[in-house]
């Protein structure tokens, strides 16, 4: 069973254009997250939900806007695509504010 | 700011060698440090943490060294295998802030 899955696992798309991530954990935790790691791999936090609420939205820009349906589900929605956006996007989950567990990614390319 | 530093960038061992990765931090408010380790198309993987009252952890082949004086930690990896070949992340979290702050990340190549 995949703890953390994400969809789709690789997007090219132009500029411009409106995307969406979905991701989906099955561990029963209370908080997820959004990671991007850029190409140097470094990995930075973007946003964090608690039961559906959210609670860190780390200087993100208001194109990047994510959406919780349920404690199961986090997904992020990406208006007006910019090459810069171009990275690989993490979901994670975690119970607590301590151990968490990641996706596989997202591989986003803006051409 | 990086409020987590690692080192070094890069690391070649032989196997049955063991690599250490340091990583210091900034924030005397961290209480939590993990350590992933990410293979190449996949996403970190949780190897093994501490809290800041132990001085070490050992899972396995796996070592965390916490120093809280000197804001340091590392991970010492025994015996390393080929298999161990990775990139290793070094992590801090603090209560109430639910989101890790990384390391910029370690590429440890373990040759057979």
């Known amino acids: 069973d995949t703890a953390v899955s994400q969809t789709p696992k690789y997007l090219v798309t132009q500029m411009g254009n409106d995307k969406s991530i979905k991701c989906e954990q099955n561990?029963?935790?209370?908080?997820m997250y959004w990671y991007k790691q850029d190409s140097k791999k470094f990995l930075k936090i973007m946003f964090s939900y608690n039961n559906k609420e959210l609670i860190i939205n780390e200087t993100v820009p208001n194109r990047f806007s994510p959406k919780s349906p349920d404690k199961a589900h986090l997904n992020l929605h990406i208006n007006s695509l910019e090459l810069g956006d171009s990275a690989v996007y993490f979901c994670a989950s975690g119970q607590g504010a301590y151990e968490q567990y990641f996706g596989p990614g997202t591989r986003l390319t803006v051409t | 700011q990086q409020q987590v530093k690692q080192s070094p960038q890069s690391l070649i061992v032989q196997k049955g060698g063991i690599p250490i990765i340091n990583c210091a931090y900034e924030?005397?408010?961290?209480?939590?440090f993990p350590w992933y380790q990410q293979f190449p198309g996949k996403g970190p993987a949780l190897l093994i943490a501490i809290r800041p009252d132990v001085s070490e952890k050992k899972e396995g082949r796996f070592t965390i060294s916490f120093n809280k004086s000197a804001k340091q930690f590392s991970l010492h990896i025994m015996d390393s295998q080929p298999g161990d070949s990775a990139t290793y992340f070094c992590?801090?979290?603090?209560?109430?802030?639910?989101?890790?702050?990384f390391g910029s990340g370690t590429r440890l190549q373990v040759q057979p």
């Open positions: 561990l029963g935790h209370d908080t």
């Open positions: 992590a801090a979290s603090k209560t109430g802030r639910r989101a890790l702050t």
């Open positions: 924030n005397t408010a961290f209480d939590y």
